[in-house]
Protein backbone atom coordinates (compact mmCIF):
# COMPACT_ATOMS: atom_id res chain seq x y z
CA UNK A 1 0.00 0.00 0.00
CA UNK A 2 2.68 2.56 0.63
CA UNK A 3 4.51 1.68 -2.55
CA UNK A 4 0.82 2.53 -4.25
CA UNK A 5 0.66 5.81 -2.03
CA UNK A 6 4.30 6.66 -2.93
CA UNK A 7 3.72 6.09 -6.90
CA UNK A 8 0.57 8.47 -6.63
CA UNK A 9 2.25 11.24 -4.50
CA UNK A 10 4.79 11.00 -7.83
CA UNK A 11 2.58 10.76 -10.54
CA UNK A 12 0.53 14.04 -8.87
CA UNK A 13 3.89 15.82 -8.45
CA UNK A 14 4.16 15.35 -11.93
CA UNK A 15 0.90 15.90 -13.27
CA UNK A 16 0.92 19.70 -11.57
CA UNK A 17 4.74 19.90 -13.57
CA UNK A 18 3.04 19.27 -16.57
CA UNK A 19 1.80 22.72 -17.56
CA UNK A 20 5.26 24.50 -16.71
CA UNK A 21 7.16 21.99 -18.29
CA UNK A 22 5.59 20.71 -21.42
CA UNK A 23 8.87 20.03 -23.31
CA UNK A 24 9.97 17.67 -20.81
CA UNK A 25 7.18 15.93 -21.65
CA UNK A 26 7.10 15.92 -25.34
CA UNK A 27 10.73 15.75 -26.03
CA UNK A 28 11.26 14.06 -29.44
CA UNK A 29 13.70 11.71 -27.73
CA UNK A 30 10.88 10.36 -25.31
CA UNK A 31 11.36 7.50 -27.52
CA UNK A 32 7.77 5.29 -26.07
CA UNK A 33 10.08 1.82 -25.97
CA UNK A 34 12.89 3.39 -24.69
CA UNK A 35 10.59 5.51 -21.89
CA UNK A 36 8.77 1.83 -21.36
CA UNK A 37 11.82 0.08 -20.35
CA UNK A 38 13.12 2.54 -18.30
CA UNK A 39 9.81 2.60 -16.46
CA UNK A 40 10.02 -0.97 -15.85
CA UNK A 41 13.43 -0.98 -14.27
CA UNK A 42 11.75 1.65 -11.86
CA UNK A 43 12.84 5.07 -13.28
CA UNK A 44 10.65 7.49 -12.10
CA UNK A 45 11.48 10.39 -14.41
CA UNK A 46 10.56 7.71 -17.53
CA UNK A 47 6.91 6.66 -15.21
CA UNK A 48 6.68 10.50 -14.93
CA UNK A 49 6.90 10.76 -18.82
CA UNK A 50 4.40 8.09 -19.67
CA UNK A 51 2.08 9.73 -17.20
CA UNK A 52 2.31 12.97 -18.92
CA UNK A 53 1.85 11.07 -21.90
CA UNK A 54 -1.01 9.44 -21.54
CA UNK A 55 -3.03 10.58 -18.89
CA UNK A 56 -5.47 12.43 -20.57
CA UNK A 57 -6.32 10.04 -22.71
CA UNK A 58 -7.27 7.67 -19.78
CA UNK A 59 -9.35 10.56 -18.50
CA UNK A 60 -11.08 11.25 -21.55
CA UNK A 61 -11.39 7.35 -21.85
CA UNK A 62 -13.43 7.15 -18.71
CA UNK A 63 -15.43 9.99 -19.80
CA UNK A 64 -17.03 7.78 -22.71
CA UNK A 65 -17.51 5.62 -20.00
CA UNK A 66 -19.97 7.88 -18.61
CA UNK A 67 -17.92 8.50 -15.28
CA UNK A 68 -18.35 11.81 -13.42
CA UNK A 69 -15.68 13.85 -14.09
CA UNK A 70 -14.02 14.19 -10.38
CA UNK A 71 -14.04 10.91 -10.44
CA UNK A 72 -12.30 10.09 -13.70
CA UNK A 73 -9.39 12.06 -12.06
CA UNK A 74 -9.43 9.76 -9.10
CA UNK A 75 -9.35 6.70 -11.29
CA UNK A 76 -7.40 8.07 -13.35
CA UNK A 77 -4.87 8.56 -11.08
CA UNK A 78 -5.75 5.17 -9.24
CA UNK A 79 -4.71 3.60 -12.46
CA UNK A 80 -1.19 4.88 -12.14
CA UNK A 81 -0.78 4.19 -8.76
CA UNK A 82 -1.12 0.80 -9.39
CA UNK A 83 0.40 0.12 -12.35
CA UNK A 84 3.71 1.46 -10.53
CA UNK A 85 2.83 -0.53 -7.90
CA UNK A 86 2.72 -3.31 -9.62
CA UNK A 87 6.14 -2.44 -11.13
CA UNK A 88 7.47 -2.01 -7.78
CA UNK A 89 5.79 -6.15 -6.46
CA UNK A 90 8.07 -7.11 -9.86
CA UNK A 91 4.58 -8.58 -11.27
CA UNK A 92 4.98 -5.58 -14.50
CA UNK A 93 7.25 -7.74 -16.96
CA UNK A 94 5.68 -6.16 -20.03
CA UNK A 95 4.37 -2.14 -20.47
CA UNK A 96 2.58 -1.31 -23.72
CA UNK A 97 0.40 2.14 -23.09
CA UNK A 98 -1.77 3.17 -23.36
CA UNK A 99 -3.21 0.30 -23.79
CA UNK A 100 -2.59 -0.93 -20.76
CA UNK A 101 -3.76 1.77 -18.77
CA UNK A 102 -7.16 1.84 -20.38
CA UNK A 103 -7.51 -1.83 -19.55
CA UNK A 104 -6.65 -0.96 -15.96
CA UNK A 105 -8.62 1.82 -15.75
CA UNK A 106 -11.78 0.23 -16.83
CA UNK A 107 -11.36 -2.32 -14.33
CA UNK A 108 -11.33 -0.01 -11.77
CA UNK A 109 -14.57 2.05 -13.29
CA UNK A 110 -16.57 -1.45 -13.39
CA UNK A 111 -15.45 -2.16 -9.63
CA UNK A 112 -16.33 1.16 -8.54
CA UNK A 113 -19.98 1.11 -10.03
CA UNK A 114 -20.22 -1.76 -8.80
CA UNK A 115 -19.19 -0.90 -5.23
CA UNK A 116 -21.76 1.83 -5.78
CA UNK A 117 -24.27 -0.34 -6.79
CA UNK A 118 -23.91 -2.25 -3.56
CA UNK A 119 -23.87 0.38 -1.16
CA UNK A 120 -26.96 1.99 -2.44
CA UNK A 121 -29.30 -1.18 -2.60
CA UNK A 122 -31.01 -0.20 0.06
CA UNK A 123 -31.57 3.50 -1.14
CA UNK A 124 -34.52 4.80 -2.56
CA UNK A 125 -34.46 4.62 -6.53
CA UNK A 126 -33.66 8.31 -6.71
CA UNK A 127 -30.64 7.65 -5.17
CA UNK A 128 -29.46 5.08 -7.15
CA UNK A 129 -25.53 5.85 -8.79
CA UNK A 130 -26.98 5.61 -12.28
CA UNK A 131 -28.63 8.96 -11.50
CA UNK A 132 -25.12 10.14 -11.09
CA UNK A 133 -23.32 7.58 -13.97
CA UNK A 134 -25.13 8.42 -17.15
CA UNK A 135 -24.28 5.12 -18.60
CA UNK A 136 -22.99 1.92 -16.64
CA UNK A 137 -19.25 1.77 -17.55
CA UNK A 138 -19.66 -2.25 -17.58
CA UNK A 139 -22.51 -2.06 -20.29
CA UNK A 140 -21.30 0.57 -22.40
CA UNK A 141 -18.14 -1.59 -23.10
CA UNK A 142 -19.79 -4.06 -25.68
CA UNK A 143 -21.94 -0.17 -26.99
CA UNK A 144 -18.45 1.30 -26.90
CA UNK A 145 -17.27 -0.80 -30.02
CA UNK A 146 -18.29 0.73 -33.83
CA UNK A 147 -19.54 -1.42 -36.35
CA UNK A 148 -17.63 -2.59 -39.70
CA UNK A 149 -20.24 -0.66 -41.31
CA UNK A 150 -19.28 2.75 -39.14
CA UNK A 151 -15.78 1.86 -39.70
CA UNK A 152 -16.37 1.84 -43.67
CA UNK A 153 -18.27 4.84 -43.57
CA UNK A 154 -15.74 6.67 -41.16
CA UNK A 155 -12.70 5.62 -43.73
CA UNK A 156 -14.74 6.39 -46.51
CA UNK A 157 -15.21 9.94 -45.04
CA UNK A 158 -11.00 9.85 -44.06
CA UNK A 159 -10.62 9.32 -47.83
CA UNK A 160 -12.32 12.50 -48.79
CA UNK A 161 -10.55 15.06 -46.50
CA UNK A 162 -6.90 16.07 -47.61
CA UNK A 163 -4.01 14.07 -47.11
CA UNK A 164 -2.29 16.49 -44.71
CA UNK A 165 -5.87 17.01 -42.73
CA UNK A 166 -5.62 12.96 -42.54
CA UNK A 167 -1.87 12.87 -41.75
CA UNK A 168 -1.97 15.33 -38.46
CA UNK A 169 -5.64 13.02 -37.76
CA UNK A 170 -3.20 9.44 -37.90
CA UNK A 171 -0.58 11.22 -35.95
CA UNK A 172 -3.04 12.34 -33.19
CA UNK A 173 -5.07 9.79 -33.03
CA UNK A 174 -3.29 6.63 -34.05
CA UNK A 175 -2.10 5.18 -30.37
CA UNK A 176 1.23 7.15 -30.00
CA UNK A 177 -0.89 10.15 -28.02
CA UNK A 178 2.13 12.42 -29.70
CA UNK A 179 1.23 15.97 -28.10
CA UNK A 180 -0.53 18.21 -30.71
CA UNK A 181 3.26 20.32 -30.22
CA UNK A 182 5.40 17.16 -31.61
CA UNK A 183 2.23 16.69 -34.67
CA UNK A 184 3.02 20.53 -35.49
CA UNK A 185 6.34 19.98 -35.71
CA UNK A 186 6.44 17.09 -37.50
CA UNK A 187 4.02 18.15 -40.15
CA UNK A 188 5.25 21.73 -40.44
CA UNK A 189 2.10 23.40 -38.71
CA UNK A 190 1.26 25.54 -35.87
CA UNK A 191 -0.45 24.00 -32.70
CA UNK A 192 -3.73 25.94 -33.47
CA UNK A 193 -3.70 24.88 -37.20
CA UNK A 194 -3.08 21.32 -35.93
CA UNK A 195 -6.08 21.58 -33.11
CA UNK A 196 -8.25 23.46 -36.14
CA UNK A 197 -7.21 20.95 -38.48
CA UNK A 198 -8.31 18.15 -35.66
CA UNK A 199 -11.58 19.74 -34.82
CA UNK A 200 -12.64 19.26 -38.78
CA UNK A 201 -11.44 16.17 -39.27
CA UNK A 202 -13.90 15.34 -35.73
CA UNK A 203 -16.97 16.74 -37.39
CA UNK A 204 -16.85 15.22 -40.50
CA UNK A 205 -16.16 11.44 -38.90
CA UNK A 206 -18.98 12.59 -36.38
CA UNK A 207 -21.15 13.22 -39.37
CA UNK A 208 -20.36 9.98 -40.70
CA UNK A 209 -20.48 8.14 -37.67
CA UNK A 210 -24.17 9.09 -36.65
CA UNK A 211 -25.56 8.75 -40.72
CA UNK A 212 -25.41 5.18 -40.01
CA UNK A 213 -26.41 5.53 -36.77
CA UNK A 214 -29.77 7.83 -37.51
CA UNK A 215 -30.19 4.84 -40.55
CA UNK B 1 -25.80 30.75 -9.55
CA UNK B 2 -25.25 28.05 -12.43
CA UNK B 3 -22.59 29.01 -14.98
CA UNK B 4 -23.71 28.98 -18.52
CA UNK B 5 -24.03 25.39 -20.09
CA UNK B 6 -21.13 23.76 -21.99
CA UNK B 7 -21.20 24.46 -25.91
CA UNK B 8 -20.18 21.08 -27.94
CA UNK B 9 -17.13 23.35 -29.63
CA UNK B 10 -16.26 24.17 -25.53
CA UNK B 11 -15.97 20.55 -24.53
CA UNK B 12 -14.50 19.33 -28.11
CA UNK B 13 -11.80 21.78 -26.73
CA UNK B 14 -11.31 20.40 -23.30
CA UNK B 15 -10.80 16.64 -24.58
CA UNK B 16 -8.37 17.69 -26.85
CA UNK B 17 -6.62 19.25 -23.94
CA UNK B 18 -6.67 22.54 -25.75
CA UNK B 19 -8.49 24.85 -22.79
CA UNK B 20 -6.81 26.77 -20.55
CA UNK B 21 -6.19 25.04 -16.89
CA UNK B 22 -8.85 28.21 -15.72
CA UNK B 23 -11.47 27.33 -18.15
CA UNK B 24 -10.68 23.95 -17.66
CA UNK B 25 -11.50 23.76 -14.35
CA UNK B 26 -14.52 25.69 -14.82
CA UNK B 27 -15.99 23.38 -17.34
CA UNK B 28 -15.35 20.35 -14.90
CA UNK B 29 -17.29 22.28 -12.05
CA UNK B 30 -19.98 22.77 -14.12
CA UNK B 31 -20.86 19.20 -15.43
CA UNK B 32 -20.53 18.14 -12.05
CA UNK B 33 -23.81 20.23 -11.27
CA UNK B 34 -25.53 19.68 -14.27
CA UNK B 35 -26.45 16.71 -16.05
CA UNK B 36 -27.32 17.53 -19.71
CA UNK B 37 -23.58 18.98 -20.17
CA UNK B 38 -22.25 16.22 -18.74
CA UNK B 39 -23.76 14.19 -20.68
CA UNK B 40 -22.36 16.30 -23.62
CA UNK B 41 -18.83 15.98 -22.31
CA UNK B 42 -19.86 12.38 -22.60
CA UNK B 43 -20.73 12.58 -26.04
CA UNK B 44 -17.26 14.25 -26.91
CA UNK B 45 -15.42 11.70 -24.75
CA UNK B 46 -16.77 8.46 -26.65
CA UNK B 47 -16.51 10.27 -30.45
CA UNK B 48 -13.03 10.46 -28.92
CA UNK B 49 -12.43 7.26 -28.40
CA UNK B 50 -13.77 6.12 -31.36
CA UNK B 51 -11.89 8.57 -33.74
CA UNK B 52 -8.57 6.57 -32.24
CA UNK B 53 -10.33 3.28 -33.06
CA UNK B 54 -11.05 4.69 -36.30
CA UNK B 55 -7.30 5.66 -36.69
CA UNK B 56 -6.17 2.41 -35.51
CA UNK B 57 -8.11 0.74 -37.87
CA UNK B 58 -6.32 2.83 -40.95
CA UNK B 59 -4.06 1.00 -43.39
CA UNK B 60 -0.74 1.19 -42.74
CA UNK B 61 0.52 3.04 -46.10
CA UNK B 62 -1.61 5.68 -45.68
CA UNK B 63 0.71 6.73 -43.11
CA UNK B 64 3.61 7.19 -45.82
CA UNK B 65 4.58 10.53 -45.46
CA UNK B 66 5.63 11.95 -49.78
CA UNK B 67 6.53 15.09 -50.70
CA UNK B 68 3.88 16.74 -52.51
CA UNK B 69 5.58 17.02 -56.05
CA UNK B 70 6.43 13.29 -55.67
CA UNK B 71 3.63 11.58 -57.85
CA UNK B 72 4.77 14.36 -60.40
CA UNK B 73 8.14 13.52 -60.61
CA UNK B 74 7.80 9.78 -60.47
CA UNK B 75 5.49 10.26 -63.61
CA UNK B 76 7.72 12.43 -65.48
CA UNK B 77 10.99 9.70 -64.94
CA UNK B 78 8.52 6.73 -65.72
CA UNK B 79 7.63 8.51 -69.46
CA UNK B 80 11.40 9.54 -69.37
CA UNK B 81 12.37 5.86 -68.70
CA UNK B 82 9.51 4.60 -71.54
CA UNK B 83 10.57 7.16 -74.05
CA UNK B 84 14.44 6.03 -73.52
CA UNK B 85 13.21 2.41 -73.90
CA UNK B 86 11.63 2.92 -77.38
CA UNK B 87 14.21 4.71 -78.58
CA UNK B 88 16.85 2.21 -77.38
CA UNK B 89 14.90 -0.90 -79.13
CA UNK B 90 14.12 1.48 -82.17
CA UNK B 91 18.01 1.99 -82.43
CA UNK B 92 19.02 -1.51 -81.92
CA UNK B 93 16.37 -2.73 -84.80
CA UNK B 94 18.20 -0.06 -87.18
CA UNK B 95 21.68 -0.39 -86.22
CA UNK B 96 21.90 -4.34 -85.39
CA UNK B 97 21.41 -4.67 -89.39
CA UNK B 98 19.38 -8.46 -90.25
CA UNK B 99 20.94 -10.16 -87.59
CA UNK B 100 18.80 -11.89 -85.31
CA UNK B 101 19.74 -11.66 -81.62
CA UNK B 102 20.50 -15.26 -79.92
CA UNK B 103 18.15 -17.31 -78.56
CA UNK B 104 19.61 -18.04 -75.25
CA UNK B 105 19.38 -14.09 -74.47
CA UNK B 106 15.94 -12.00 -75.17
CA UNK B 107 16.62 -8.49 -75.42
CA UNK B 108 16.40 -6.83 -71.85
CA UNK B 109 14.52 -3.74 -73.15
CA UNK B 110 11.23 -4.54 -72.45
CA UNK B 111 12.05 -5.88 -68.72
CA UNK B 112 14.92 -3.63 -67.35
CA UNK B 113 15.32 0.02 -66.12
CA UNK B 114 15.95 3.06 -68.97
CA UNK B 115 19.90 2.85 -67.48
CA UNK B 116 20.46 -0.88 -68.43
CA UNK B 117 18.65 -0.53 -71.97
CA UNK B 118 20.85 2.48 -72.41
CA UNK B 119 24.36 0.47 -72.16
CA UNK B 120 22.70 -2.37 -73.87
CA UNK B 121 22.33 0.11 -76.67
CA UNK B 122 26.02 0.83 -76.53
CA UNK B 123 26.85 -2.28 -76.49
CA UNK B 124 25.09 -3.17 -79.63
CA UNK B 125 25.75 0.38 -81.64
CA UNK B 126 29.70 -1.28 -80.98
CA UNK B 127 28.85 -4.24 -82.46
CA UNK B 128 28.71 -3.52 -85.96
CA UNK B 129 32.12 -2.68 -85.72
CA UNK B 130 33.41 -6.56 -85.69
CA UNK B 131 30.84 -7.13 -89.04
CA UNK B 132 33.25 -8.41 -91.80
CA UNK B 133 32.15 -7.62 -95.34
CA UNK B 134 33.16 -9.22 -98.40
CA UNK B 135 33.12 -6.92 -101.39
CA UNK B 136 32.01 -9.19 -104.02
CA UNK B 137 34.23 -8.59 -107.21
CA UNK B 138 36.75 -5.90 -108.54
CA UNK B 139 34.27 -4.23 -110.51
CA UNK B 140 32.23 -3.13 -107.58
CA UNK B 141 35.18 -2.47 -104.58
CA UNK B 142 35.82 1.06 -104.35
CA UNK B 143 32.64 1.57 -104.22
CA UNK B 144 32.06 -1.18 -101.78
CA UNK B 145 34.92 -0.66 -99.86
CA UNK B 146 34.09 3.42 -99.74
CA UNK B 147 30.30 2.53 -98.33
CA UNK B 148 31.92 0.22 -95.60
CA UNK B 149 34.53 2.34 -94.71
CA UNK B 150 31.84 5.27 -94.20
CA UNK B 151 29.85 2.68 -92.09
CA UNK B 152 32.61 2.17 -90.22
CA UNK B 153 32.65 -1.87 -91.03
CA UNK B 154 35.68 -4.02 -91.84
CA UNK B 155 36.19 -4.99 -95.23
CA UNK B 156 37.13 -7.96 -96.81
CA UNK B 157 38.68 -7.47 -100.07
CA UNK B 158 37.78 -10.16 -103.03
CA UNK B 159 41.70 -11.42 -103.06
CA UNK B 160 42.41 -11.38 -99.15
CA UNK B 161 41.91 -15.02 -97.38
CA UNK B 162 38.27 -14.76 -96.85
CA UNK B 163 36.27 -16.47 -99.57
CA UNK B 164 34.35 -14.20 -101.70
CA UNK B 165 30.23 -15.18 -101.15
CA UNK B 166 28.51 -16.46 -104.34
CA UNK B 167 25.04 -15.66 -104.96
CA UNK B 168 24.41 -18.83 -106.51
CA UNK B 169 25.33 -20.90 -104.21
CA UNK B 170 23.68 -24.53 -103.52
CA UNK B 171 20.90 -24.83 -100.95
CA UNK B 172 21.97 -28.54 -100.54
CA UNK B 173 17.84 -29.54 -101.62
CA UNK B 174 17.32 -31.64 -104.75
CA UNK B 175 15.98 -29.60 -107.55
CA UNK B 176 12.26 -29.04 -107.40
CA UNK B 177 11.64 -29.49 -103.98
CA UNK B 178 11.26 -25.80 -103.47
CA UNK B 179 8.45 -26.36 -105.67
CA UNK B 180 4.97 -26.00 -104.43
CA UNK B 181 3.58 -28.24 -108.22
CA UNK B 182 4.22 -31.29 -106.87
CA UNK B 183 5.55 -33.11 -103.96
CA UNK B 184 8.90 -33.70 -103.60
CA UNK B 185 10.59 -37.00 -101.71
CA UNK B 186 13.71 -35.24 -99.59
Known sequence: ?215 | MLKPHLTRDAAEQYILGALAPEKAASLEAHTLECEPCARLLQEEALLSEQLHEVASTVPRDAHVLRPARWDTRRMGLGTAGAALATAASLAFVLLSGERPPPASSPLPLEMAPPTVALEKLEMEVAEPRAVVVACPDLATQASCTQAAEERGLLVQYPWGTGEVPRYEARTGLPEGALSARRPVSL
Not at chain 1, 112 to 140: F, G, I, K, Q, Y
Open chain 1, 1 to 215: MSAAVQGLRMTTLRLSKEADEPAEATAPGGDEALLARRALAGDRAAWDALVARHHRRVVVSLLARGVRVDRAQELAQETWARLIQQQQRGLLTELRLPNLALTQAAFLAADDARRARRESVASAVDELPERHHPVDPAVSAERRLLSEEQLSRAHAALAQISPSARNVFLLACDGQELPHAEVASRVGLSVQRVRQILCEVRKKLRTALEEETHA
